[in-house]
């Protein structure tokens, strides 16, 4: 079965940081694009980052563009997101996200499985 689960500590104080992983099970993670995306209360799913099947892709939204890195371990069928800096107008709820494809859309309708998603909050 198709499936992808994040993880990490969901509680960190301004400045520090934090990472989260997208494990894969059900399929190569390699082969596809992976997006993280973020959905605070009351707001739209906002796409974070995104790495592309093919190597060299890679996106990050403004507002954490030199603060946030993503990358790849195919040897573990995961995607991490190092988060630096953390402000608390970064707590929401963060996903990862497959497309079938090797750009990085930033429609969340364009991907075809998500995880659950994992709080991460940012509060001192």
């Known amino acids: 079965q198709v499936q992808l689960q994040e993880s990490g500590p969901d509680l960190v104080k301004p400045s520090q940081m934090l990472s989260l992983s997208c494990a894969a099970s059900?399929?190569?993670?390699?082969?596809?694009?992976i997006g993280w995306f973020r959905q605070a209360p009351g707001k739209e799913r906002d796409r974070v980052s995104c790495i592309g099947s093919s190597f060299g892709t890679t996106y990050y939204a403004d507002s954490v563009k030199g603060r946030f890195t993503i990358s790849r371990d195919n040897a573990k069928n995961t995607v991490s997101l190092q988060m630096n800096s953390l402000k608390p107008e970064d707590t929401a709820v963060y996903y990862c996200?497959?497309?079938?494809?090797?750009?990085?859309?930033?429609?969340?309708?364009?991907?075809?499985?998500w995880g659950q998603g994992t709080q991460v909050t940012v509060s001192s």
């Open positions: 996200a497959r497309f079938l494809g090797t750009s990085c859309p930033s429609e969340p309708s364009r991907y075809n499985y």
């Open positions: 059900g399929f190569t993670l390699a082969y596809y694009t």
